[in-house]
């Protein structure tokens, strides 16, 4: 990871302690809870995912996949403080996908946030291909991916879409989840033109960091730099939950 990207996920583990961090994301998975099955639950590109923080109360084996280490301690750190004991059941695996397998288990709920638009759809494709193996009827699979709407699918920096592989719509959809074996239950396409000023303040935080980390203290040279940071762009994204048949 970048080391800039780096000092993003550092300061919002800084700013955003796990109460405050549950309470800001949208957990669509939450009006299904009572459905949920047996089994363990598995997210891809976890990061400190507010998801298995959130969920490592019920009691559920977690599988936290992400292959940047800095981030899983820091996941283990989160889980540690907000279940205590619970955090035994949980499986830290520096892994990247889809380079390496999936562990192979059979997961009750699988996440993927803000992790399939690092990849192109064909290998979009072969990750959903192992997660239908590594499901059973009832399974729920989460996701949350930028969609063409994101102001970054414009863009003509190309270093942008090298990190940014595939901008999604609604139609990609049907290609990846086979409709023989998953069923669509929930599917939103959100644009949000205005942070909100958390994510606002935290953002410029995190610039006017990477700038003294570059030791850029000239004023009108840091307020240059500074100036897209604070202008507000389109975030557009899907949102979606299948359920295995
Ligand atoms: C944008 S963050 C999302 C974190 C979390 N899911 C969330 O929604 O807050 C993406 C995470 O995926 C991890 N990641 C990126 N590419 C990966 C790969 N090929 N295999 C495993 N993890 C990857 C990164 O290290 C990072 O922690």
Redesign the pocket.
């Known amino acids: ?1 970048d080391e800039t990207l780096q000092m993003y ?1 550092e300061l919002y583990n800084e700013l955003c302690p796990n109460e405050l961090m549950i309470h800001k994301n949208h957990n669509p998975l939450r009006d299904f809870e009572d459905e949920f099955i047996e089994g363990p639950l598995l ?8 998801f298995l923080v959130e969920y490592s109360k019920t009691g559920k084996e977690i599988f936290a ?4 280490e800095f ?1 899983l301690q820091l996941l283990k750190k989160r889980i540690e403080t907000y279940s205590g004991k619970e955090a035994r059941k949980l499986h830290l695996l520096n ?4 380079e390496k397998e999936i562990p192979n288990e059979i997961f009750s709920i699988v ?1 993927m ?3 399939l638009h ?1 990849f192109t759809l064909e290998n979009c494709s072969k990750i959903i291909d192992q997660i239908a193996l590594r499901t059973q009827k009832g399974s729920l699979i989460y996701i ?1 991916a930028h969609s063409k709407f994101h102001s970054y699918f414009k863009s003509q920096d190309p270093g942008m879409h090298e990190f940014y592989k595939h901008f999604f719509s609604e139609t990609d959809f049907p290609k990846l989840f086979n409709e023989k074996y998953f069923e669509r239950i929930m599917f939103s396409d959100t644009v949000q033109s205005v942070r909100s000023k958390f994510s606002r303040e935290m953002e410029i935080k995190w610039h006017e960091r990477v700038l003294d980390e570059y030791q850029v203290f000239d004023h009108e040279e840091r307020e240059e730099e500074l100036k897209t940071t604070k202008e507000e762009t389109n975030v557009g994204y899907i949102q979606c939950i299948y359920r295995r048949r």
């Open positions: 990871m996920w997210e891809l590109g976890c990061g400190q995912s507010s996949i992400d292959n940047e981030q892994i990247t996908i889809p996440i946030s803000d992790f690092f949350k």
